[in-house]
């Protein structure tokens, strides 16, 4: 009965059926994550991502300076746009990883 008021609804406003799931489907994951980060409303979360746009610093997760978002790597799963850890901190743990697997590495490039 509920699917045949959507595509009635759907052809007597010219909307695509498949376009009205896509939004259930994305209002469902938008209330998944509502519970996850505990927010009751969607002012809200509405105001946190406004609040981020006029942000011009973040604060890396590894060395907890506060630092220009210049620092960061760019991210586009990211919320804000950017990666957690800044630059400088990535770079270090790239070249520990490295010093610390250098004869694995070397093996990898011969074969």
Same mark, same amino acid.
């Given at each position: 009965m509920r699917d045949k008021i959507k595509s009635d609804f759907c052809l007597k406003n010219g909307i695509i059926l498949e376009r009205i799931t896509y939004l259930e489907n994305l209002k469902e994951k938008l209330y998944d994550i509502f519970e996850r980060h505990k927010i009751d409303k969607i002012s809200e979360f509405?105001?946190?991502?406004?609040?981020?746009? @006029?942000?011009?610093?973040?604060?890396?997760?590894?060395?907890?300076? $506060?630092? !220009? &978002?210049? !620092? &960061?790597?760019?991210?586009?799963?990211?919320?804000?746009? @950017?990666?957690?850890?800044?630059? $400088?901190?990535? !770079?270090?743990?790239?070249r520990e990883k490295y010093k610390n697997n250098k004869k694995l590495n070397i093996c990898v490039s011969v074969i």
């Open positions: 509405t105001y946190q991502l406004s609040d981020m746009k @006029y942000k011009t610093t973040k604060k890396c997760c590894r060395c907890h300076r $506060e630092k !220009n &978002f210049d !620092n &960061f790597h760019k991210c586009s799963r990211s919320v804000d746009g @950017y990666k957690a850890q800044c630059s $400088e901190c990535r !770079n270090n743990n790239s």
